[in-house]
């Protein structure tokens, strides 16, 4: 079943929204649990009351009282520290190199104009892995019912250094997609459980989290979730951005150099190499040269080699 149509991409975004909401839901549930145990347990090793089912109900219902806003600030708070990380060491292109940011800025404006969106923000990072990817600002409403804010684009040096001009245009346009597609808000919440991992075991190094139940739990949530919503999604951008530029086999190209430059060797701080490579325009390697688990989040790349030869046809 390919569900890559209008329906189809709506209803991927249902149940990428059911299957990260609900597990969000779960945890919630489970800390309501233990504050409203708490809330009874301790009086009764104090000898203050006996236990029945009544006062156990309404502990329960004090402990979401207590616990659910603080739940949701939390998660509000994560989404605003995830969007800050994604743009974590960019500068103004103009910072760098004055004719790359009058370039960008040119292609920038033209495509604004062209997916009728608020022109983003082009910011370049230092790394010389190829990325390019979209974000709102941590400022920035974690929940809008019409499109608010300025988004940030955000490619790489090395992105810039690998591609010609054409074919970093046809990237823009990608990444402009999601922004007239409205996916960066749903994406956000996406990748909490992935970015609560990442923020939750930040400082082991040694990545044992992965065999640790919780960390393994929240990643594979966000595998799941983000997978079922992004690989339509992509294939949706990659399609917009040929009908803006007019030119499926630059976007191709571009796929394949940026393929190809890939590193096997992170260049990027180990522990937030999992966000970035989720919303990156191709996923990026391990050390083993494998995209691992995020191959489920990205259309494989030959698939939408085979769409935009179908688009040239």
């Known amino acids: 079943m390919r569900l890559t149509g209008p329906i189809g991409l ?6 990428a929204a059911v299957i990260t909401v609900g597990a969000l839901l779960v945890s919630a549930y489970t800390v309501t649990v233990f504050v409203a145990a708490f809330l009874i347990v301790l009086p009764m090793q104090l000898g203050l009351l006996e236990f029945t089912e009544t006062r156990f109900l309404w502990a329960l219902a004090a402990g979401s009282v207590l616990s659910l806003p603080c739940f949701v600030l939390v998660i509000a708070h994560t989404i605003r520290r995830e969007r800050q990380h994604l743009l974590e060491e960019t500068v103004s292109a103009d910072a760098v190199d004055a004719e790359t940011a009058r ?16 022109t983003p923000e082009v910011r370049l990072h230092p790394s010389d892995e190829p990325l390019a990817y979209t974000t709102y600002g941590p400022t920035d409403p974690v929940v809008a019912i019409r499109r608010q804010g300025t988004p940030f684009v955000v490619v790489s040096r090395g992105l810039v250094r690998t591609l010609s001009k054409t074919e970093i245009e046809a990237v823009l346009a990608h990444e402009f997609a999601h922004v007239g597609n409205d996916d960066l808000q749903l994406t956000s919440w996406l990748l909490v ?5 990442e923020f939750v075991y930040e400082n082991d190094e040694d990545e044992k989290w992965q065999f640790d139940p919780f960390g393994w739990t929240l ?3 966000a595998l799941v979730g983000l997978g079922v919503f992004s690989r339509g999604r992509e ?18 190209s571009a796929l394949e150099r940026l393929a190809e ?6 260049a ?6 999992r966000s970035r490579s989720a919303v990156n325009v191709l996923p990026t390697l391990d050390e083993d040269g494998d995209p691992g688990g995020f191959r489920a989040m990205h259309p494989p790349l030959e698939v939408r080699l085979e769409q935009l030869r179908s688009v040239a046809a």
């Open 10 to 15: 709506a209803v991927r975004a249902v149940l």
């Open 103 to 118: 370039k960008l800025e040119a292609t920038a404006t033209r495509l604004g104009i062209q997916f009728g969106v608020v």
């Open 193 to 197: 459980p992935l970015f609560a991992a």
């Open 219 to 221: 990643t594979a949530v």
């Open 235 to 252: 294939l949706a951008a990659d399609r917009a951005a040929v009908e803006a530029t007019g030119n499926p086999g630059t976007l191709a």
């Open 261 to 266: 430059r890939r590193s096997r060797r992170p």
């Open 268 to 273: 990027m701080d180990l522990r937030h190499t």
